[in-house]
């Protein structure tokens, strides 16, 4: 099953209407996304929690890590970069954390606050090789500004 991402941006906005709680949202979005694609093993949220650090939020799946230095990892690259990372091969990337031994690919995106400051990294774990796609970056980028407000 393949995420219908219309429909999906459709359900997130009507279920989030109104809501300006960070961990709310979060972790309504993480439960609607996880669940919208059976390539989606792991959901979730890491927030910026202090300078330099993202701690575990609102996710669906297995445990996740609880501290991630910007640093370290795929969501702290994203964090560090503030650019999208697409990553077919975790094994291939440097500095990878292994959170889940199951995780082949996993995609992250930065999640920024309507007044344009970083607040987390929304993390999408596979257990299929090369799962996600430009698209689905793109889309899912589009549901996080919708949510969280940055245009």
């Known amino acids: 099953m393949r995420a219908d991402y219309e429909t999906l941006a ?4 009507s279920l989030t209407e109104g809501e300006t709680d960070e961990v709310a949202l979060m972790a309504t979005v ?3 996304v996880h669940h919208a694609d059976s390539r989606f093993d792991w959901t979730g949220f890491y ?5 330099q650090l993202l701690k575990i939020g609102p996710y669906q799946g297995g445990h996740g890590c609880l501290q ?3 640093s ?3 969501c702290g690259a994203a964090a ?3 650019a999208v990372q697409l990553v077919p091969d ?3 990337f440097p500095g990878h954390i292994a959170c889940a031994s199951s995780t082949r690919s996993e995609l992250v995106l930065p999640v920024w606050n309507g007044a344009g400051e970083l607040i987390g990294v929304f993390d999408i774990d596979s257990d299929q090789p090369d799962a996600f796609t430009q698209e ?11 949510v969280f407000g940055r245009s």
């Open 47 to 51: 927030r910026v929690a202090a300078p």
């Open 72 to 74: 370290r990892g795929v």
């Open 10 to 13: 459709k359900t997130i906005a």
């Open 90 to 92: 975790v094994d291939a």
């Open 68 to 70: 991630i230095p910007f």
């Open 30 to 32: 993480a439960c609607e």
């Open 80 to 82: 560090r970069s503030g």
């Open 136 to 146: 689905d970056a793109d889309k899912l980028a589009a549901i996080l500004r919708q």
